[in-house]
């Protein structure tokens, strides 16, 4: 039997600008050919982006349904206007679907309807995880920042939730009431046109003395490196966690689900899948210091993998 096969796959919603061709196609070739168990879907970063996939939410949810997947809608990370308010307030109210909270404004309006808590809530113990599950939550995705010894530490006191941990991707840092995308090309976050759509991967920031920082998405700033931790895999699962999120970058995510699967299954070394994404998303460097309690750019390499070392700093 495979070794953690019980380890599920959640593919988080896409954080950046895409159309909405590209955003449906992208989801459509998800439900058909990726092994993603649940996945995300949903405006989380901006509410004036929501009208480029408003149109095709429905069309991809049901292709998702269609394939076996469990959908889960995500709410706004931040919400400042009471027209994101009042998104808000009919995303919860008016879905027959599982919501996942980025917010801590949306509990208030859950009421204790079962939900999941997305990575952007700051879930750093063990008593916050026992506080929301004891107002719905049932699956709690914690943040990417978090040393693999908090992450054991809150599985083992906290609830009878499935624990999430973020696995893959750019990792969320910070978001804004002000856009610094918008701003670092000579627009207002009130008429932005939608410049953050010309980097469907984010707008990589250098310091001073040209080196890679951060990488801005509209009103959030991410890592400008990519969390990869298929080398973590087996002690996630041994001390419980449930699930392994993925979060949407602009390359072939069906080939990086793969691959975790793989490593999941036990049919792939991680050693292997690590040299694997490297070659499917070349556009940032991979890391996993936060796992191991150093600065998130950083990457730990273990015995096998010390050779790929030069290559993914």
């Known amino acids: 039997m495979s070794r953690n096969a019980s380890v599920a796959l959640t593919m988080g919603p896409v954080y950046y600008l895409w159309d909405g061709p590209k955003w449906r196609d992208f989801h459509f070739r998800i439900a058909d050919e990726s092994p993603f168990d649940r996945v995300v879907i949903g405006e989380t970063v901006c509410s004036k982006r929501q009208h480029f996939i408003e149109p095709h939410i429905a069309e991809v949810i049901e292709r998702l349904e269609a394939a076996g997947k469990t959908v889960v809608l995500s709410t706004l990370a931040l919400v400042t206007l009471e027209r994101e308010s009042r998104q808000m307030r009919e995303l919860i109210a008016g879905s027959d679907h599982p919501v996942e909270a980025n917010d801590l404004s949306a509990l208030g309006l859950l009421g204790g309807k ?21 107002r719905g939550a049932e699956t709690i995705c914690l943040p990417p920042e978090l040393p693999f010894s908090s992450v054991e ?103 990086v689900a793969e691959l975790y699967r793989a490593v999941l299954d036990g049919r792939l070394d991680a050693a292997d899948a690590i040299q694997g994404l490297g070659d499917i998303y070349p556009a940032a460097p991979l890391s996993n210091g936060f796992h191991h309690a150093r600065e998130g750019a950083a990457w730990v390499a273990r015995a096998r993998d010390t050779a790929l070392g030069a290559r993914l700093d």
Do not use: W
């Open 153 to 255: 530490r809150i599985v083992a006191d906290g609830p009878d939730v499935n624990f999430e941990v973020f696995a893959f991707g750019r990792m969320p840092l910070a978001i804004s009431a002000r856009c610094a995308h918008a701003r670092s090309k000579g627009k207002i976050k009130d008429n932005c046109q939608f410049v953050c759509g010309e980097e469907p991967d984010g707008l990589p920031v250098n310091t001073l003395d040209r080196q890679s920082f951060l990488v801005l998405n509209g009103v959030q700033t991410v890592s400008h490196t990519c969390q990869a931790l298929p080398g973590e895999l087996a002690e996630l699962a041994g001390c419980g966690i449930a699930a392994i999120r993925l979060s949407p970058q602009d390359c072939d995510m069906v080939a």
């Open 114 to 134: 079962p939900h999941s808590v997305g990575p952007l809530v700051n879930v750093y113990n063990a008593p916050t995880a026992r506080l929301l599950a004891s």
